[in-house]
């Protein structure tokens, strides 16, 4: 994985271009022109108060919800219309807010599902056992071993996922997206539910992520662990952005402290 | 359950003793036929058309246990295959086709039809698929019943008869060949045959279920919108489920036409749909092992309960009280709520289900 990892770093440019998105339901305006750009190989921030439309995005950008508006870019080419499986086929893997692993089936497994996308045995090869289906098998376990390892639950690989532990499953499910080999990650909220000793050991796995040549694009809502990580953040309010730039500099704008602490009656009384 | 398993997977690790086991199961199912001819030829009428059902269940597994799509009118296919048989090698068209050139016939056409009904219907999910299958099954029947005018196609619900037996290699699969001193009558060979088939058909099962498709098939059971977004194409990925099942619906059909000798609309009603099902659910759906013995059960307990209910009430009560039709069918209806009550699973329920019904659905 590391050994490609400076040619893709070196490619600079943007990955994943999104430009007056909007989407409604019925009355509701969930995302409202939005527009951002996401350049190769960093860490973007996705933040925003509970019901800002961050989730909605995700779900947009990963051809679950069909936008009203704008369009969206990933490596040049547009998205028209997508299915999930299309998007994942095109290098974009997410994880879920409410983690989604397959909860009957092994760690394993689940990694293995995941290279569903990258492998090609079809009913004959896989009635016939071919030389090629079977060498194919043995690469997809390879792979999803190594997998487990990277994210650190190599220990747990005959484990069903629902008996692992919270974090572990968070990591399951990084895991499993990894295996579609994804050159953008989309996360949501990884780090819920994690207690602090997780929380570090997560930020030192995004980070080999990165390094290894994965973009990553993060909704999270421990403010340090996004200061701390990203290289820059969107943020989202009511659906619209409201502000975007590095962490530092979101933490002081006004417009930011005012979304999610509310207007300062005067002066000094805000944060 | 845990000690016979444990001694069976003691069993597995030793390769002799498996090797052992396999050669005496081989034995005993190739000398079923003749210790059962003892009892009377019904019963080898009896155990292949246990045969047959399990080739049936094994195909509905495919696409219920598997790709976890509820289809009620499954039987359908199994009709298509039997009418492409017979249509192909009877007298009504005149035409006269060896049965390996119509089996491989009956397994696409059924798979055309398998994909016809699931390319509009296979973004309905469970109840309303179920729906939709259960109203196809019945339209195939009410064709056949009525595909006789203007163009004689089916011959409606007088059926056609006159159906070629099976001929391999110069054996006449429709009369009595001796050989080695033993009478192998049609219904023999046929169960021979039927065997070959199964072994195929579980060999095909066993190696789908382990493999990328059977992974593929397991991640939409479990979360649909996960295996989408893991890059799964949910939708060919069931609509291949539909097409095996319906290939091997298809198959069993054509053996039916080619043992029966007669088809009719009748054959293929929805009882029958229904029937199978039931072989999957109580066997355990998604276990290969598990369908087969629902399948061998359910073919036999109506069989052994035709024949015996009578003469127990003559026993117990001096005279038979209650029709024996009646009675078989209360009698295999409570075995049905009983077993659903004691194991939700099915007899041999299959790893995944188990699991998937001993969690309550807030905790998924």
Known sequence: ????????????????????????????????????????????????????????????????????????????????????????????????????????LSALENVMIGRHVRTHAGVVGAILRTRRTRAEEAAIERRARELLAYVGIEKRGN??????????????????????????????????????????????????????????????????????????????????????????????????????????PERGAGA | MGFPHDMLSGLRRDPRAKWVGVVLVAASLLALPFVLAMAGTAWVRITNLAVLYALLSLGLNIVVGFAGLLDLGYIAFYAVGAYTYALLASPHFDIHLPWWAILPIGAA???????????????????????????????????????????????????????????????????????????????????????????????????????????????????????????????????????MGASFGGIAGGMFSAIQGFISPESFILTESVMVLAMVVLG??????????????????????????????KWLFGRSLIDAEVIRMLLFGLAMVVMMLVRPAGLLPSAVRKRELAVPHDER
């Open chain 2, 109 to 243: 056409v059924a798979c055309t039809f398998g994909v016809l009904l699931g390319t509009p219907t296979l973004k309905l999910r469970g109840d309303y698929l179920a729906i939709v299958t259960l109203g196809f099954g019945e339209i195939i029947r009410i064709f056949l019943n009525n595909l006789s005018e203007p163009f004689n196609l089916t011959n409606g619900p007088k059926g056609i008869w006159s159906i070629d037996p099976i001929h391999v290699m110069g054996i006449d699969f429709g009369s009595t060949t001796r050989f080695a001193g033993l009478a192998f009558s049609g219904t023999i060979k046929y169960y021979y045959f039927l065997l070959v088939m199964l072994v195929v058909v579980i060999v095909v099962n066993l190696r789908l279920q382990d493999s990328r498709i059977g992974r593929a098939w397991e991640a939409i059971r479990e979360d649909e919108l996960a295996a989408r977004s893991m890059g799964i194409n949910t939708r060919n990925m069931k609509l291949l489920a539909f097409a």
């Open chain 1, 159 to 264: 484990e069903l996922a629902r008996h692992l532990s919270y974090g572990d499953q968070r990591r399951l499910e990084i895991a499993r997206s990894l295996a579609t080999d994804p050159r953008l990650l989309a996360l949501d909220e990884p780090a819920a539910g994690m207690n602090a000793t997780e929380k570090l050991e997560l930020r030192k796995l995004l980070g080999a992520i990165r390094a290894d040549g994965t973009t990553l694009l993060i909704i999270e809502h421990d403010v340090r662990l996004v200061m701390g990580l990203c290289d820059r953040v969107l943020v989202l309010d009511y659906g619209r952005n409201i502000a975007e730039g590095e962490p530092r500099a979101i933490q002081r704008d006004p417009r930011v402290i005012e979304a999610y602490l509310g207007k300062a």
């Open chain 2, 284 to 313: 355990g759906m998604g276990n290969v092992w598990g369908v087969i013995l629902g399948a061998v059960l359910l073919t036999f307990v109506p069989e052994v309960l035709r024949y015996t209910v009578a003469p127990v009430q």
């Open chain 1, 1 to 104: 994985m590391s050994a490609e990892a400076p040619a893709r770093r070196a490619d600079a440019g943007t990955i994943l271009e999104v430009e007056g998105l909007s989407k409604r339901f019925g009355g509701l305006v969930a995302l409202s022109e939005v527009h951002f750009s996401i350049r190769r190989g960093e860490i973007y921030g996705l933040i925003g108060p509970n019901g800002a439309g961050k989730t909605t995005l995700f779900n947009v950008l990963t051809g679950i919800y069909r936008q009203d508006a704008g369009s969206i870019r990933f490596e040049g080419a547009l998205l028209a219309h997508p299915t999930p499986d299309r998007i994942a086929a095109l290098g974009i893997a997410r994880t879920f807010q409410n983690i989604r692993l397959f909860a009957n």
